[in-house]
């Protein structure tokens, strides 16, 4: 069954460094997300992407987040400056169209430790 | 703002208990309800509801959604420790365009299966 993979699976990195998480969504899906997860709270939202540009962004995703799809399999989250409080579980996930979110299709997530 | 509250926070029970975990849910343009399953890392996929009064059964879980009064309710019957986990309920809004929000969690629900 496809599934949505990311890597690396746990990076560590220091404060101010920038990092970029890479995920390859299933093959023939469409729209593409961006979570994460503070240890101990809740999933959030980070953003969407559909058609080769940003669809939805929450207020967490500010301007030192950064999403692309370079080469068409490819869909990275770059953080510029990592800050101790960008710790956390950051998960991908994706659809074949929206409103299609049956299924296994959050990636198994990239755990970011900022010390 | 979109927001979503389940009740409890946390459960504790005995095996073979019946539990029922709550989700109630403020949102613009629903599409859709869901429920997730969340043990060590990614959020798994349980149930996708859209439509009220129609229950959704997998074996011993199973789910229902009331869209006018805005919930929903997870049951697990005759619970086995293997079901201890983190219960998440989320919603999907829409944007009037049609576009590609992103999924609105709760914060879960801590269920633990004592043998």
């Known amino acids: 069954e496809p599934e949505v993979t990311q890597t690396p699976s746990h990076q560590v990195t220091q404060m101010g460094q920038e990092v970029i998480l890479r995920c390859v969504p299933i093959s023939n899906h469409l729209y593409f997300y961006w979570y994460r997860q503070i240890l101990g709270q809740k999933v959030e939202f980070l953003v969407s992407f559909y058609n080769n540009e940003i669809s939805e962004k929450s207020e967490i995703f500010d301007d030192q987040f950064s999403v692309e799809r370079p080469d068409g399999s490819n869909f990275t989250l770059k953080i510029r400056s990592t800050k101790l409080e960008d710790s956390a579980m950051y998960f991908c996930?994706?659809?074949?169209?929206?409103?299609?979110?049956?299924?296994?299709?959050f990636g198994p997530g990239t755990r970011l430790t900022v010390t | 703002e979109d927001k979503v509250v389940q009740s409890p926070l946390s459960l504790v029970v005995h095996e073979g208990d019946t539990v029922t975990l709550n989700c109630s849910y403020e949102?613009?343009?629903?599409?859709?309800l869901l429920w997730y399953k969340q043990e060590k890392k990614a959020p798994t996929f349980l149930f996708m509801l859209t439509s009220s009064g129609i229950e959704k059964k997998s074996g011993r879980l199973s789910s229902i959604l009331d869209k006018k009064e805005l919930f929903s309710i997870l049951n697990i019957t005759a619970t086995q420790t293997g079901d201890s986990a983190v219960y998440l309920c989320?919603?999907?809004?829409?944007?009037?365009?049609?576009?590609?929000?992103?999924?609105?969690f709760g914060k879960g629900t801590h269920l633990i299966i004592q043998p």
């Open positions: 996930a994706s659809v074949p169209e929206v409103g299609a979110w049956a299924g296994q299709y």
């Open positions: 949102v613009t343009n629903f599409r859709s």
């Open positions: 989320a919603v999907e809004g829409g944007q009037a365009g049609g576009g590609a929000d992103g999924l609105t």
